[in-house]
């Protein structure tokens, strides 16, 4: 048990689709984030929320769209997605947002297909 | 641009000692942390260095010189259930967390 909980696991969707994927922590983390894991490629940051403000948007297209409702919650809600946003999508959350020696914990994210 | 260069992938086999290099280029330093990832799990912490030198713990040691802009991750007396990716992520002076592409490692009887 990670502490960090993603669903769906799996999701496969269609370009005209509108799902979310949800992440929850158990963990007490002021700070919650997420990334998109293409194969090969280093982590990609999009949202940061710290204290359930985003105080990160990492140039991420519209159709991405974070909500944090409480420290404990995150979102992502996805809309008119395209075949290259399929990737695995984590979660991850820190006692803090920022300063030096601050470990994440990750989910074990939501795998996305775009159809 | 900022830039943290790993190996692709690794080979190694049962019981032997395996060193997976990390080198970064940033915009300032605040710590270098190195995550294990299984296939289909999430990536979980390994350690954390920000002064140079050996971090040991157990069987895997993490190495840094700031100077060169170097890391290293020691994996000792290798078992099988160390095959998985491993990840180097450097802190930048605005404590953004730059990442490498990872290492998969296989592990091999």
């Known amino acids: 048990e990670t502490g960090v909980t993603q669903t769906p696991r799996h999701l496969v969707m269609g370009m005209t689709n509108k799902k979310s994927l949800k992440c929850e922590q158990h963990?007490?983390?002021?700070?919650m984030y997420w990334y998109k894991q293409s194969a090969k490629k280093p982590l990609e940051l999009m949202f940061v929320?710290?204290?359930?403000?985003?105080?990160e948007n990492n140039s991420v297209p519209s159709r991405f769209s974070p909500e944090c409702p409480n420290s404990s919650h995150l979102f992502l809600h996805l809309h008119t997605l395209q075949p290259e946003d399929s990737a695995l999508y984590l979660c991850?959350?820190?006692?803090?947002?920022?300063?030096?020696?601050?470990?994440?914990?990750f989910g074990a994210g939501s795998r996305l297909t775009v159809l | 641009g900022q830039n943290i260069d790993q190996p692709t992938e690794m080979t190694a086999t049962e019981g032997a000692i395996v060193q997976i290099n990390c080198t970064y280029q940033?915009?300032?330093?605040?710590?270098l942390f190195w995550y294990q990832q299984h296939a289909g799990e999430a990536p979980t912490f390994l350690s954390y260095?920000?002064l140079d030198g050996l971090e040991e713990k157990g069987r895997f040691s993490s190495f840094l010189s700031r100077s060169k802009g170097y890391s290293y991750l020691l994996l000792k007396e290798l078992q099988m259930k160390d095959s998985a990716s491993y990840l180097c992520?450097?802190?930048?002076?605005?404590?953004?967390?730059?990442w490498g592409a990872g290492t998969k490692l296989i592990i091999k009887p």
């Open positions: 940033t915009s300032g330093f605040n710590g």
């Open positions: 992520a450097v802190m930048d002076s605005n404590y953004q967390l730059i």
């Open positions: 991850a959350s820190s006692p803090t947002g920022g300063s030096g020696a601050n470990v994440l914990t």
């Open positions: 963990l007490g983390h002021n700070a």
């Open positions: 260095n920000v």
């Open positions: 929320y710290s204290l359930e403000e985003r105080v």
